[in-house]
């Protein structure tokens, strides 16, 4: 599986960014996926994810009501809308996705714990105060 990223780049605070993640070489539908960022001298951090079909989304607290999660299966692409930026969210992101996990023939995901099988290369996102 490879994970391509992009959409990254410089915009002001206040602005929006929408980061694209495609996904090839085995089938994209089942699987969790998720984007991570890591700013500049800090630990990667989880910053949202989506199931299955889409379902279900789940956000860091910090990016709630900001960014949205998103994917399109047909395209084999998850998205990152990113709105109304802050210099705090400059980092480099990541997409990833995890394999289809079930649990009573339930499927879950376990992104928000940093768990992931594949990982995209980042695309830097910078926002100037």
């Known amino acids: 599986v490879q994970l391509q990223a992009s959409g990254g780049g410089l915009v002001q605070a206040g602005g929006s960014l929408r980061l694209s993640c495609a996904v090839s070489?085995?089938?994209?539908?089942?699987?969790?996926m998720g984007w991570f960022r890591q700013a500049p001298g800090k630990e990667r951090e989880f910053v949202a994810a989506?199931?299955?079909?889409?379902?279900?989304?789940t956000y860091v607290n910090s990016v709630k009501g900001r960014f949205t999660i998103s994917r399109d299966d047909a395209k084999n692409t998850v998205f990152l809308q990113m709105n109304s930026l802050k210099s705090e969210d400059t980092a480099v992101y990541y997409c990833?996705?995890?394999?289809?996990?079930?649990?009573?023939?339930?499927?879950?995901?376990?992104?928000?714990?940093?768990?992931?099988?594949?990982w995209g290369q980042g695309t830097k996102v910078t926002v100037s105060s």
């Open positions: 989506i199931s299955w079909g889409g379902s279900s989304t």
């Open positions: 070489g085995r089938p994209f539908s089942r699987y969790g």
């Open positions: 990833a996705a995890q394999c289809p996990r079930y649990k009573d023939g339930v499927n879950y995901h376990t992104l928000r714990l940093g768990e992931a099988d594949y």
